[in-house]
């Protein structure tokens, strides 16, 4: 289960994230970001409450990465170990934005 908690301010995005990131809730994040992200410059997805990333999450944020690129910026915050080590496995580590990564 993923619970999605949207705050949109002028053209500043937050997406915070709780739960899990998979197959099952992957397209749900990409239709929420696919409807919020237009005139959105900034974009931060907020990590704190999620305990699980897949591929198909990967991929979502692959695809919100290429489009905040070309409109703006993207940044994750708040990724736990777990994640993390998801991110730095994978290749994430180098093409997101990670604050508060070393």
């Not at 929420?32 to 974009?43: F, N, P, Q, W």
């Not at 305990?51 to 736990?80: D, E, H, P």
Request: hydrophobic fraction near 45%.
């Amino acid at each position: 289960m993923l619970n999605i908690k949207k705050t949109i301010n002028n053209a500043a995005a937050v997406f915070a994230l709780e739960g899990r990131l998979d197959t099952t809730t992957a397209p749900e994040l990409d239709q929420e970001l696919k409807r919020s992200l237009l005139g959105v410059t900034t974009l931060t997805i907020d990590m704190k409450d999620l305990s699980y990333i897949s591929s198909a999450g990967l991929r979502v944020l692959l695809a919100a990465q290429k489009l905040m690129n070309k409109q703006g910026k993207m940044t994750v915050c708040n990724v736990n170990e777990t994640v993390m080590e998801i991110f730095e496995v994978t290749g994430f580590s180098d093409i997101l934005d990670i604050e508060g990564a070393d």
